[in-house]
């Protein structure tokens, strides 16, 4: 039986001891102390955690999406743009939902509704993923008595029936012919501000993606040694720092370094960002420019198909992220497929001593960049390019 007594201030303190548990709250109301009190009863008597008060406004799933939210805000983590845009799109159709009604028949029940509306097994998947992970978040961060099993659950049943898979894959790669006359579709646009014929070039001679293209500097650009820094670059575990130098060079049939002096000359000063446009009015240029085309993804620039190594790096992070862009006719990249998960032997016994402190996907990297420098020795390295800079 909860005790309530009323304090000096006015407001009701009550107190529940019950099954070796203490717990007390305040309330300006006797009649929320009371209902506060059986609640907290009802739930020790089933074997439940009872759920903090601050907490008790959680409810629906909407909640718990705007909970997550906030929380990642105040550890100066918010949601990126492509995140931010997934939350958004759960919240319109589950943010209702009651936390306790969010079982596994509702969530297959919302798989197949997303797979008729012409979802992929791939995005229906990623929804799922989001929908654990703001699960597992509220039980492991706030104790809330939901458990994330029900979507593993939804995810089997989904797979099943087959909604639920991996993407299809694209190998595909634009011929030259069909990269010259993207550049001169957009050339014969004399009203675009845009220059997407030399922001095209670019993306394909240094493997940059159309963000990093429109927020790079002047101030990074190191022209006795051409390279370029790249700040914050895209990691899937933490792209804050994640600063990399990529080399600017002309392997790729476009020359990185002249297509930088020509837009020096085009904006006619070296203040700034390089490329000062909006990386999204830029992507939305270049889908427009390809009505009906038959690959969705931009081209991996080519640098990474030849095996240059720093875009390697920036880029690709395992070989099998490597093997969807190989670039046609190096079949020798197979090779990144022959290593078994500990690498060759040689490179094992060589890392036994360090491998507490080298992660598994820096061996595979390594390993990777290894595998395909071998088929491009005779392209010159970073080194040789400095040391080519020296003598003149």
């Not at 978040?137 to 049943?157: K, N, Q, T």
């Not at 634009?174 to 006359?181: D, G, L, M, V, W």
């Not at 420019?289 to 931009?298: I, M």
């Not at 595979?364 to 020296?390: N, Y």
Request: include cysteine; glycine fraction near 10%.
């Amino acid at each position: 039986m909860a005790t309530i007594v009323k304090q000096k201030s006015g407001r009701w303190r009550v107190q529940v001891r019950r099954k070796g548990r203490y717990l007390s709250e305040t309330f300006s109301l006797r009649k929320d102390a009371e209902a506060w009190a059986r609640r907290v009863e009802r739930d020790l008597d089933v074997g439940r955690k009872p759920i903090p008060r601050k907490l008790e406004g959680i409810q629906t799933f909407g909640d718990l999406i705007n909970l997550h939210v906030s929380d990642m805000k105040i550890v100066g983590k918010a949601p990126g743009r492509s995140k931010a845009y997934s939350m958004d799109f759960l919240k319109r159709r589950l943010g209702k939902v009651r936390l306790a009604d969010l079982d596994r028949e509702t969530l297959i029940a919302f798989g197949k509704a997303r797979a008729r509306e012409g979802a992929g097994g791939m995005t229906l998947g990623i929804d799922l993923g989001y929908i654990r992970t703001l699960l597992a978040y509220g039980a492991a961060v706030h104790g809330l008595p939901y458990s994330p099993e029900p979507v593993d659950l939804a995810r089997i049943a989904l797979r099943m029936y087959g909604l639920v898979g991996k993407g299809v894959e694209r190998d595909r790669r634009p011929t030259k012919t069909e990269i010259e006359r993207l550049i001169e579709h957009f050339r014969s646009l004399n009203s675009s501000t845009i220059p997407m014929g030399r922001i095209i070039k670019f993306a394909i001679a240094t493997a940059m993606r159309q963000e990093e293209i429109c927020r790079v500097v002047w101030d990074d650009l190191d022209e006795r040694h051409r390279m370029l820094l790249i700040r914050d670059r895209k990691d899937p575990r933490n792209k804050r720092g994640n600063h990399q130098n990529i080399p600017l060079l002309n392997i790729s049939g476009y020359d990185a370094w002249e297509l930088i002096e020509e837009q020096a000359r085009h904006l006619g000063h070296r203040k700034g960002r390089i490329f000062p446009y909006n990386s999204r009015s830029a992507g939305t240029s270049f889908r427009r420019g390809l009505p009906g085309s038959p690959y969705r993804r931009p081209p991996l620039p080519r640098p990474e198909a030849r095996g240059d190594q720093p875009a390697v790096r920036g880029r690709v992070r395992n070989p099998r992220g490597l093997a969807g862009y190989r670039s046609q006719g190096l079949e020798d990249a197979t090779a990144l497929h022959a290593y078994p998960a500990g690498g060759p032997a040689r490179d094992r016994r060589a890392t036994a001593g360090c491998a507490r402190t080298e992660p598994a996907w820096r061996q595979r990297e390594r390993w990777a960049a290894s595998a395909i420098g071998s088929v491009w020795r005779q392209q010159p390295t970073l080194q040789q390019h400095r040391q080519a800079d020296l003598r003149v």
